[in-house]
């Protein structure tokens, strides 16, 4: 049922923001829209979701009304200050969005146009599990205004996908992704690798079966052992093994090869699109630190530098809506200080890159060093600016400790 959510300062019950919290016309905004509720949980997840026998007495069917009396919230607070911006992007994520009945999506979607607007050419985006995606789902939700389907395709490998606790029948990546080109849809594939017992040559497969499918973007993901999962249950135990961080490393470059031959360009460590237009936009919101409002249990919020979190449960999410009270838990403002670090640690991540003059003065000084390791491209670092090799974006966090320390 997800991690414990961070410690901040309480979150007032009408939603307010601080006085002093600007929002700008010049930051893009965008909606993330949280639907907790899976069929199965996997053994590796420790995301904010929940199966059919933790929800205590919280409803699925009831779930898009609770979503469109936050969004009426967050709509009344952001204009009290000032002209409402549209919504550039929009992405249901979870847990499983398709669990919900596509019109229940749509109309969550309705609720975010009718608050906000969309920008034209906005960008929304569904997580989808295979198995529940037809030819009808994935019309209802591009007639909705859905643009584009991610689909947790995981691994080709039946027992990858086992080892994993993944359901879905690897044939039925194929049909999603067939019902969504139908429709008219954008498509996005997510990998993980590294899962107890994937080999080499299981992880070559996967990518094959994936580049095959022809989508506009991949994600693949190194499996985390995070606490309180039953995977680190079952590694602890010694049921299973830990995953090799060297063996890691070689999938990693063997996705960054196959990916680069097959058409694909790396933007940030873990994502690869066919070009620019296929990014995602969402996600780069993410890292280059714009504005955006989540709704759903345990979803998070930006702001003008002010971030916050609603509380975990949907039972606990339902009550607090059903009589008017914001969800949010809690909240916190971090210094400036604070905020460049975490600009240099996310904006170093993607191909754009951050500036050599965001580093501290020791950063900039081992800027040599890096380049000398081959973690950084020298040529762009001459011209200013932090560009992870590959080498580099294996060693991500080592790069971002140097030009931090």
Known sequence: MGSALPLGDPAPLDGALPADVRVSDDVDFGVYLHVPFCRVRCGYCDFNTYTATELRGARQDAYADEVLREIAISRRVLAERGPLRPAQTVFFGGGTPTLLPPGDLARMLDGVREAFGLADGAEVTVEANPDTMTDAVAETLAAAGVTR???GMQSAVPHVLAALDRTHDPANIATAVAAARNAGLAVSLDLIYGAPGESLEDW????????ALAPDHVSAYALIVEDGTKLERQIRRGEV???DDDLQADMYELADELLAAAGYGWYEVSNWATNGAQRSRHNLSYWRGQDWWGYG???HSHIGGLRW????HPAAYAQRLAVGQSPAAGRERPDAEARRLEDILLRSRIVDGVAVDEATAIG????ASLIADELVDGAAAVHGTIVLTRRGRLLADAVVRALTE
Do not use: F, H, Q
């Open 309 to 312: 979190w609603n509380v975990k």
């Open 297 to 299: 249990p345990g979803a």
């Open 364 to 367: 900039r000084r081992n800027v």
């Open 241 to 243: 093994p830990a995953p």
């Open 149 to 151: 389907l991610s689909i």
């Open 204 to 211: 070559r497969t996967s990518l094959e079966t994936a580049t």
